[in-house]
C-alpha cells in the first residue's frame, strides 16, 4: 500500500523558532492534508491542498503541496508553547471514481517547545 | 455545531469479550472512516462508507472486526471475541462526499482507548 514518510520524527526547539517538517511518498498523492493531534484528543485538520504546487496559510501555519505530488511541508512561525504536540501528514491516492477515500497517515513529527 | 462524537471514550474488559465501539457522524456528512491508532502502526485507516454502504474494508486486520453504518448518523465497530493486541486507540471520522475533484477534509472524534487484558 502507499505509505508517507514524515520527518523529522521529534523536533525540540526554542518558544519563537520557526518549525519545518514534510512528507515524501514514492507514490502520487491526490491530496495533501496537515493534522495536529492532542493528547487524549482526535487529530484537527489545520490545512488541505488539493493542487499540485498550491502554497496555502493559516495563521503562523504555511503548508506546500509539491509539483511532483510526492510531498508537502509544513512550516510553522513563530512558535508558541500552545504549537506543542504531534503533526501528521495525510493524503489520499489518485481516484479511481467518485466517492470519498480513506486517508495515509505519515508517523507523525513530535513538537516539543523549551520555554 | 457538534462534531463527530464517539463512544464509549474508554474501555476495558477482558480477552475474549465483544467490543462494540460506537460514532455519531457530523450532520450533513455522508462519508464515514474508522481508524486505529498505535504507537507501532500509526494511524491506520480500517473501513469506510459513502452513503451508509462499505466501500472499501481492506484495513480491517481479521474476521473478528465488523463495522456497520445502518442510517446517516450512526457506525458501530465491533470486535469478537476481542484479544489484547487489538488495544488502541479507535478514531472515527465523516467528511462530505467527494465531487467535482475537490476531496472533503474528514474530521475526526476523540477516539475511544480500548484495552483488552
Not at chain 2, 4 to 26: A, Y
Not at chain 2, 92 to 100: I, K
Amino acid at each position: 500500500g502507499q505509505q508517507l514518510n514524515q520527518s523529522p520524527q521529534s523536533m525540540f526547539i526554542q518558544e519563537g523558532e520557526d518549525v519545518s517538517m514534510n512528507c515524501t511518498s514514492s507514490s502520487i498523492f491526490n491530496t495533501w492534508l496537515w493534522y495536529k493531534q492532542d493528547p487524549g484528543e482526535g487529530p484537527v485538520l489545520l490545512i488541505a491542498l488539493y493542487k499540485a504546487g498550491e502554497l496555502t496559510s493559516n495563521g503562523r501555519l504555511t503548508a506546500q503541496f509539491g509539483i511532483t505530488r510526492k510531498d508537502s511541508f509544513l512550516n510553522i512561525s513563530a512558535s508558541i508553547p500552545s504549537d506543542v504536540g504531534i503533526y501528521f501528514c495525510a493524503g489520499t491516492g489518485m481516484y479511481s471514481g467518485g466517492g470519498a477515500d480513506g486517508l495515509t497517515f505519515g508517523k507523525g513529527t513530535h513538537l516539543i517547545i523549551q520555554p | 455545531d457538534a462534531g463527530v462524537i464517539q463512544s464509549p471514550r474508554h474501555e476495558v474488559t477482558e480477552m475474549g469479550q465483544e467490543v462494540t465501539l460506537r460514532c455519531k457522524p457530523i450532520s450533513g456528512h455522508n462519508s464515514l472512516f474508522w481508524y486505529r491508532q498505535t504507537m507501532m502502526r500509526g494511524l491506520e485507516l480500517l473501513i469506510y462508507f459513502n452513503n451508509n454502504v462499505p466501500i472499501d474494508d481492506s484495513g480491517m486486520p481479521e474476521d473478528r472486526f465488523s463495522a456497520k453504518m445502518p442510517n446517516a448518523s450512526f457506525s458501530t465497530l465491533k470486535i469478537q471475541p476481542s484479544e489484547p493486541r487489538d488495544s488502541a486507540v479507535y478514531f472515527c471520522a465523516s467528511s462530505l462526499e467527494w465531487r467535482t475533484g475537490a476531496d472533503q477534509p474528514q474530521h475526526f472524534g476523540d477516539g475511544t482507548r480500548l484495552s483488552i487484558l
